[in-house]
């Protein structure tokens, strides 16, 4: 397999908690009543990148959406078990999911730039911060646009309208705005679905530069990519976790069946 | 039985008269009806507006006058000669003329009175202060030192008059008042009737009183002698003239020019000789202060409730019968929404106002009354569902990936419809709104059960504090049509001062949905793709 970008990993059963960005305890989940999520339990590394896998509808999404927990906005959902972070359940009653979804951020799979100025999307959260000071802002928005990989081609038209930019570009700006918060995870469901091959690569490239910042978990259904970027992978089916270990072990010599006949193609 | 075979031969003779149509034909029929039936609903609004516009425009536009002379062999009095103003041209004049008596008389030729037009050149139109009009033939100018045949005198003669009228005016304002107010304060103090400081007084103002009289009589003797079509002389106080001029003559220039002033009079004077004549201002105003009050009250109202119907309701049966009633509302008729505002807003809510805080006022009442602001709030009951309905469909706008977006970086569901939902929705705010004023504007039934009179004498906004007089009575344009059309349909020119008022309000329609589309383009280039 194509290998483009450093790795190192550590051993998943050995990750001590100081190592860990997220762990999921049991984690189950329903949508209407129908069970999408089954008793998942799996630990996210801190400053690496992790992959989710598996055929549409399996319930990556919702895993995703279980960290910042974004499945509370639908109409009939139930849950248990815990995610913890930093020590604490995010699902605890005292938990200010608000505040948690700055620490949590997530980019989607449409780039969905406000219809305001570039400046004032990457802006959005830190003013919903109550953070106003002019230089501040200036400052977080040139360094998350740089982190972005976007600075070089805005900088001179921060102030026109985010809805300019090309699909890549808004998809490159919402992740901006997303680390302009500092978040110590980062979701990224499907980022480039939407996306052209070139633009893709260009996505793929700055998703592999994240880590330094933040933890990166991205779901994908292009095997390649999550070979490319990830460090760690993790396969679900029909809501299961499947399989997780490092992304090398996962791609070349899979443990389950299920496994191999999705990354061989033989489904999905 | 006979019953029974008819029905069988009916059925077979539709049968065979039916028409097969292949998919094409079908579609061409189709189109065609639809084409034919927007053509029609086109021509139906061109004319429309079209009739309007001839109707109104030929208000300000000066008519010509034409001298008309019948001779009567039947009834003497039938017979004379009348200068008829008339906005046609002397053909189009003399038909109309024939078709009118050919109806008065069934056609009966014999008793049909003979007639003849022409088009004088030298007769006056005289406007009066009043907004009254009159035709006539110049003859002479009579002052206090004597008569004058010439006409360009009369400049010189106003000036004169203006100047006795300031001079009136003055011993008026700086004398008389002054005294009767010390003579009734003398009173007051029950001073005696002999007393020199009274007597003093009293003699002061016979004096000024004589010579009050004496202007008055002076500026009486300032007229303008015309005569009729007939002959007869008659006279006009120039005090009492505002314009005089020669319709017949004028160029298109001073035709352009006069029409001018005219719409400048429309929109800036009060109506004069029971609403036929001056301008439509009050009623202008009026209008434009009632739907800003309403539309200050109904777009937060209305947008709240769109919010909390959108955002916040569960969705469940409840939630989609209130906004069943909510379209259904629409569609109660208005005078409705005019009883229950009277019934409600004035004599429940206002008796109650008034029995709490304006108690030393009764029983004359102050917001117990239609008035200006419970007309504003029937009429913003009456729009909600309008903006109620607008504002939802831009909510439903607001594409999902958005307000993800705006939870995913940390806002709370209220900071998300503040920041992110509202902006996005305001073009469809803005259209409720703004059809909510073009509907409250051409309002009348409800309008005149809670508020809006025919004539009002004073404005909702003076100098008095506090300036915004809320529980006056006010005039409104689509009241003071209505009125027209009732109480004017003999009168030509009423009728055409009805005209322009409806041109008017057609116009401030039009200009509102201008201004609304153009607003909401603005917002959609801005919100959505540019
Ligand atoms: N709002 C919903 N109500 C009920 N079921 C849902 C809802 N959203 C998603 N699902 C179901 O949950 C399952 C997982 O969905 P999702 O997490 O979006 O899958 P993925 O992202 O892997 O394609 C699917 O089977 C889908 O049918
Ligand atoms: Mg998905």
Known sequence: MLK?????????????????????????????????????????????????????????????????????????????????????????????????RTQVGMVFQRPNPFPMSIYENVCFGLRIQGQSERRELDEIVEQSLRHAALWDEVKDRLFESALLLSGGQQQRLVIARALALKPEVLLLDEPTSALDPLTTLHIEELVSQLKHNCTVIIVTHNMQQAARVSDYSAFLHQGQLIEYSDSDSLFTMPEKKQTEDYITGRYG | MAKANKKATDKEMRKSKKVILNAQQKQAVSSFTAGLSAAILLIALISLVVFIMIKGTAYFWPANVFKVTTISATSPSDTGQVFVKSSVDQAEFISALENRLETQFSGNKASMPEFEVEQPTKVYQINLLNGDEKLGVFSRLHTQSGQYEDIQRLAKIKAEVNLLQAD???????????????????????????????????????????????????????????????????????????????????????????????????????????????????????????????????????????????????????????????????????????????????????????????????????????????????????????????????????????????????????????????????????????????????????????????????LPVDSDFPFLHLERQFMHLGVFIYDGAFHNQTNTQGSSMMFASCMLLLLIVFVLNLFAIIVRKRLRDRFLRL
């Open chain 1, 4 to 100: 483009l970008f450093e790795k190192e990993t550590l051993a998943l059963e050995s990750l001590s908690d100081e190592q860990t960005a997220l762990d999921v305890k049991n984690l189950s989940v329903r949508l209407n009543d129908s069970l999408v999520l089954d008793n998942i339990s799996m630990r996210i590394p801190k400053n690496k990148i992790t992959a989710m896998i598996g055929q549409s509808g399996c319930g990556k999404s919702t895993l995703l959406s279980s960290f910042n927990r974004m499945n509370e906005l639908h109409q009939h959902y139930a849950y248990s078990g815990e995610v913890i972070m930093d020590g604490r359940n995010i699902y605890s009653k005292k938990e200010n999911v608000a505040k948690l």
């Open chain 2, 168 to 458: 009136l005016r003055s011993i008026q304002d700086e004398q008389l008042t002054v005294l009767h107010r010390k003579i009734a304060n003398l009173d007051q103090k029950n001073v005696e009737q002999g007393a020199p400081a009274r007597l003093h007084e009293l003699e002061l103002f016979d004096y000024w009183q004589s010579r009050a009289d004496e202007l008055s009589s002076q500026i009486e003797q300032y007229s303008i002698e015309f005569t009729d079509a007939m002959g007869n002389p008659f006279r006009v106080a120039v005090k009492n003239t505002d314009t005089l001029f020669l319709p017949n003559q004028l160029s298109l220039g001073d035709k352009f020019a006069y029409s001018a002033s005219k719409i400048f009079a429309f929109v800036s004077e009060s109506p004069k000789q029971a609403s036929t004549s001056g301008g439509v201002f009050p009623a202008l105003f009026g209008t434009v202060l009632m739907v800003l009050i309403m539309a200050i009250i109904v777009a937060p109202f209305g947008a709240m409730a769109a919010i909390y119907l959108h955002e916040y309701a569960p969705n469940n049966k409840l939630t989609s019968i209130i906004r069943i009633c909510v379209s259904n509302m629409a569609g109660v008729p208005s005078v409705v929404y005019g009883v229950f505002g009277l019934g409600f807003f004035v004599y429940f809510l206002g008796g109650s106002i008034d029995s709490i805080f304006f108690s030393e006022a009764l029983p004359s009442p102050t917001f117990g009354t239609p008035g200006l602001f419970w007309a504003a709030l029937t009429m913003a009951l009456l729009t909600l569902p309008v903006v109620i309905v607008s504002t939802e469909e831009g909510l439903r706008r607001v594409p999902e990936g958005l307000r993800a977006g705006s939870y995913a970086l940390g806002a709370t569901k209220i900071e998300t419809i503040l920041k992110t939902v509202l902006p996005i929705a305001s073009p469809g705010i803005m259209t409720g709104v703004i059809l909510a004023v073009a509907r409250a504007a051409g309002e009348v039934a409800p309008l005149i059960l809670v508020g809006a009179v025919k004539f009002a004498p004073s």
